[in-house]
C-alpha cells in the first residue's frame, strides 16, 4: 500500500520536535547537531529569537494580503537586497524552484524584447541541481531526474562543469541567450567552480551579450562567508536565484536580477499569489540584516577556517572513510571512501546530522552562527562516527 505521504524522499527514521541554535530535539529529548541545516536553510540556525520576534509580530498585523497591493515588509526586503547587491529589482518567490521558473523566463523574454526570438538556449553544467520543475529538471538534465518525466522543455545544452573550453565554443552559437551555473554545486557535491572560470564566463557573456543567470540558492546569503559566492570572483551576474537560508527557515525565494536583463518582465508577465508575503519578507528582512553585517560575515570567515582544519584532521585520522575535505566557507563536503549513505547513518549513531549528495560526499552546511564549542561537538562526533565505520585497527586514533 502507498504511504499516505507519496514516499518520493528516503526518510531517515528520526523525527525532531523541537530545535534550539545548532540541536535538534527527538521527542525522547536526544540530541542531534545539525549540520544539515535543513539543505543549507536555517541559516542563523533553529528558533533565533530575532526572527521568532519578527515573525511573530508580522503575524500579529497580517499575513497575506496579494500581490496586487503594496507590500511593505516586500519593499523593505528588495530595498535591503538591492543595496548590498549588484540588483536593480527583486521578485520574490517561495522556493529555489520557483526562481529557477523566473530566471528562464526571464531570459527568454529579454531576447524576445530584442527582436531575437531565436535565442531561447540555455547552457547549463552537468552535476546541476536547479530544483524539481520541468525547467529545473531540463536545466541539470540529469537522467536520474529526468527519466520518464518527458516531454521535457526543451532548450537546455549541458556542459561538463567548469570546462571552459566547450563554454567558449557553446556559448558562441547563435541561439544561446544564457547560461546558468551554480558558483559551487550543492547537491552535485560540494563542487566548486573556479573564480578563473567565473571571471571567463563573465568575460564570455559580456563578448557575447549572452545573460549569465547565478544559482545562488543553496552556496548564498553568506554561506561562503561571503554574501554571495561569485563576490569573491569579483563579478557579478545579470540574474540571481535566491532561496533557502535568506528564509532562515520560511519559505522565501528570489530572484535578482538588472535593469536590463528585467527589462522584458514588466505587468502581466510573472505572478505568484504567495510570493513576497508578509510573513516570509518580515523574517527574510531580518535574516538579511544579520548576514549583511561585516562583522557576522567576518564571524563566518573565521568559523570556517576552524571548522575546516578540524575536519582535514578528522580525515587524516580515518583515511579508509574520508578521502578530502573540498568546499568554501560554510559550504563543506567530505569526500567518502565508503558509501555516504553509510557514513550519514553513522552520523546519526553519533548524534549528528550531516547530507548526502552526489559525487560520494557528505554536506557538511552548519548555521552561519554555530558556537565554536557546536564546531568541537561537531568534530568530536564525525570522529565518533567514523570509528564506527572504519576497520578495527585501520586508523591510528
Ligand atoms: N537550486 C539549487 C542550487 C538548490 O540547491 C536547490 C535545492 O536544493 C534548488 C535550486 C531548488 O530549491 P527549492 O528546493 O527551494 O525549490
Known amino acids: 500500500m502507498i504511504p499516505t505521504i507519496l514516499p518520493t524522499y528516503n526518510r531517515a527514521p528520526l523525527a525532531f520536535v523541537r530545535g534550539e541554535g545548532s540541536w535538534?530535539?527527538?521527542a525522547d529529548g536526544t540530541r542531534y547537531l545539525d549540520l544539515g541545516a535543513g539543505i543549507a536553510v536555517n541559516a542563523l540556525g533553529h528558533a533565533h529569537p530575532d526572527l521568532i520576534a519578527a515573525l511573530t509580530e508580522q503575524a500579529g498585523l497580517v499575513w497575506h494580503t496579494s500581490n496586487v497591493y503594496q507590500i511593505p515588509a516586500q519593499q523593505k526586503l528588495a530595498d535591503l537586497l538591492t543595496e548590498a547587491t549588484f540588483a536593480d529589482t527583486v521578485f520574490f518567490t517561495n522556493s529555489g524552484t520557483e526562481a529557477c521558473e523566473l530566471a528562464v523566463k526571464m531570459a527568454r523574454k529579454y531576447w524576445f524584447d530584442q527582436g531575437r526570438p531565436d535565442r531561447t538556449r540555455i547552457l547549463t553544467f552537468e552535476g546541476a541541481f536547479h530544483g524539481r520543475s520541468a525547467a529545473g529538471i531540463a536545466a541539470a538534465g540529469s537522467e536520474k531526474m529526468t527519466k520518464g518525466m518527458g516531454p521535457l522543455l526543451p532548450g537546455f545544452t549541458q556542459l561538463p562543469f567548469g570546462d571552459h573550453a566547450a563554454l567558449d565554443a557553446a556559448i558562441r552559437d547563435g541561439d544561446v541567450g544564457a547560461v546558468l551555473v551554480e558558483p559551487i554545486q550543492g547537491e552535485g557535491g560540494i563542487r566548486t567552480l573556479p573564480d578563473a572560470c567565473l571571471k571567463g564566463l563573465r568575460d564570455l557573456c559580456d563578448a557575447t551579450g549572452v545573460l549569465m543567470i547565478l544559482d545562488e540558492v543553496q552556496c548564498g546569503m553568506g554561506r561562503t562567508g561571503r554574501l554571495f559566492a561569485h563576490e569573491w570572483a569579483g563579478v557579478t551576474p545579470d540574474i540571481m536565484m535566491?532561496?533557502?537560508g535568506i528564509g532562515g527557515g520560511f519559505p522565501l525565494g528570489a530572484v535578482l536580477a538588472t535593469e536590463n536583463a528585467a527589462s522584458g518582465m514588466g505587468p502581466g508577465t510573472?505572478?505568484?499569489?504567495?510570493?513576497?508575503n508578509p510573513l516570509a519578507c518580515?523574517?527574510?528582512?531580518?535574516v538579511t540584516q544579520i548576514i549583511t553585517d561585516p562583522a557576522f560575515l567576518a564571524e563566518v570567515n573565521r568559523k570556517a577556517g576552524l571548522l575546516r582544519q578540524g575536519l582535514e584532521g578528522v580525515v587524516a585520522a580515518h583515511p579508509d572513510v574520508f578521502a578530502a575535505v573540498r568546499g568554501s566557507g560554510l559550504m563543506l563536503g567530505l569526500t567518502c571512501r565508503v558509501p555516504c549513505a553509510d557514513v550519514v547513518k553513522a552520523g546519526h549513531g553519533a548524534g549528528v546530522l550531516t547530507?548526502?549528495?552526489a559525487d560520494n560526499v557528505i554536506r557538511i552546511l552548519p548555521a552561519l552562527n554555530i558556537p565554536d564549542a557546536d564546531i568541537a561537538q561537531a568534530l568530536e562526533r564525525l570522529d565518533r562516527a567514523a570509528a564506527s565505520l572504519a576497520?578495527?585497527?585501520?586508523?591510528?586514533?
Open 24 to 26: 535538534l530535539f527527538t
Open 242 to 244: 535566491v532561496a533557502k
Open 270 to 276: 510573472h505572478g505568484s499569489t504567495y510570493g513576497g
Open 282 to 286: 518580515a523574517v527574510g528582512a531580518r
Open 355 to 357: 547530507i548526502a549528495a
Open 391 to 397: 576497520p578495527v585497527g585501520s586508523h591510528a586514533r
